[in-house]
């Protein structure tokens, strides 16, 4: 890209009253947790197509992961799901993640592939399969601080196929008993993140279905219980952004899963299917952190954004590059947005002129200004075309076929 169209993209900016050097200085705080299941052959319910070069361990996921972060710049921590990142000495993970420059980010635990939770995990009849259960939440909170890291990501499969197959209200009782169990576990400085989905694998009824019922377990727990939005995990249809600004008003909103999703799965690639979604969403986030609360200005700043993607046609590591470079894509384009400008539209009653105001932002190319940024922060001006070039990929070929799966 050469000089002359990221000067003429400044000077358009400039002209509409937006200062690419704050802009940078945005794009330059942006990071992306990626998930270390989302390295490995992984996702789907009917068939995971084995690549040749996956992980084999824990360490070689994190080694991939360090490879997405320095081609990209972006993606500084990597999310953990136990058991698959299952290791005898948590330390030696931690330091061999900081060896790289990256950080173990949020811990997952998995309370969903072993035989005893098929009618449920913590929601379950039997008090012997709940108390295996939390004690798995409460084990996962003794590696967070092995790691060192911050936040207790939980989803539960949990739900019912048929009506009459499960007391939903003894469930939600379980269920908060459970959560509370780990809420008391946390250090102070750690953060319980509360998922929400409403299908799969339960098809009757979820137990934790929707973001109201995950902001309700929150509220009720305390301020280190937040709601953790997976973009994947809604009707179609659903105003995403909106419950955005919701919970970040009710300063509830603790992270993203980004993702895509078509009709019911929600492991495409992130921007993919609806990046004007994604773009609306950081608007949201972007509007809030100009706010004169400094309570909301925190709640923004705290926002872990993470992706939850599992790719099984695509190779992992550029499936992942592409992921996090579209996410920083709409990010700039939000950050190109007049904020002053929709604000005097809506006085106004300008209905079209408010939308105008948001949807140009969207419209810009901001080709020349990630080019340029990356440029300045000695990154790849092209990440993905960097990785096709250079020898990684070939290079982990070696590690043959059969590497982790889920
Ligand atoms: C469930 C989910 C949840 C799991 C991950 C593998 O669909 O989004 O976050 O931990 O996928
Ligand atoms: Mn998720
Ligand atoms: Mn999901």
Redesign the pocket.
Do not use: A, L, R, Y
């Given at each position: 890209m050469s000089d002359r169209a990221y000067s003429l993209f400044e000077e358009q900016q400039r002209a509409r009253g937006i200062d690419l050097s704050q802009v940078k200085e945005q794009l330059k705080a942006f990071q992306i947790e990626t998930p270390s299941?989302g390295y490995g052959d992984s996702g789907t319910r009917f068939k995971v197509f084995q690549k040749t070069g996956v992980p084999r361990t824990p360490y070689e996921k994190l080694d991939d992961a360090a490879e997405v972060h320095r081609l990209t710049g972006l993606c500084p921590s990597v999310a953990i799901?136990i058991p698959w990142d299952k290791v005898d000495d948590y330390g030696k993970l931690r330091s061999h993640a900081e060896s790289q420059g990256l950080k173990i980010g949020a811990v997952?635990p998995?309370l969903f592939q072993d035989d005893d939770y098929m009618l449920g995990s913590v929601t379950n009849t039997d008090p012997a399969i709940r108390r295996k259960a939390t004690d798995h939440l409460i084990e996962c909170v003794d590696i967070a601080k092995e790691t060192g890291s911050r936040d207790i990501?939980l989803?539960f499969a949990d739900g019912t196929n048929y009506p009459g197959q499960g007391d939903i209200r003894k469930r939600k009782a379980w269920l908060h008993e459970a959560l509370s169990e780990l809420y008391k576990a946390l250090t102070p400085d750690m953060r319980m993140l509360i998922?929400y989905?409403f299908f799969?694998p339960a098809f009757y009824h979820t137990d934790l279905a929707d973001w109201g019922m995950a902001y309700n377990y929150a509220r009720k727990l305390g301020p280190q219980a937040e709601v953790l939005v997976?973009t994947?995990?809604h009707a179609p249809g659903t105003n995403v952004e909106h419950i955005v600004a919701y919970l970040i008003d009710e300063g509830k909103l603790g992270g993203f899963?980004f993702n895509s999703r078509k009709y019911a799965d929600?492991d495409l690639i992130v921007g993919t299917t609806n990046p004007y979604e994604l773009f609306l969403i950081f608007y949201q986030i972007l509007s809030a952190a100009r706010d004169d609360d400094a309570a909301i200005r925190s709640t923004v700043s705290n926002i872990a954004y993470m992706i939850?993607q599992?790719h099984n046609i695509e190779q992992k590591i550029p499936a992942m590059i592409r992921s996090v470079l579209n996410a920083q894509t709409q990010f700039a384009k939000a950050l190109l947005i007049n904020h002053e400008e929709i604000a005097e539209a809506q006085e106004k009653h300008d209905v079209l002129g408010a939308e105008d105001a948001v949807r140009r932002a969207f419209e810009f190319d901001v080709t020349p200004l990630l080019h340029a940024f990356r440029e300045e922060q000695g990154l790849p001006v092209n990440p993905m075309k960097a990785y096709l070039s250079s020898s990684y990929g070939k290079d982990i070929l070696a590690r043959g076929k059969g590497g982790a799966s889920w």
């Open positions: 299941w799901h997952n998995n990501s989803w998922e989905k799969e997976d994947g995990h899963h929600d939850d599992s």
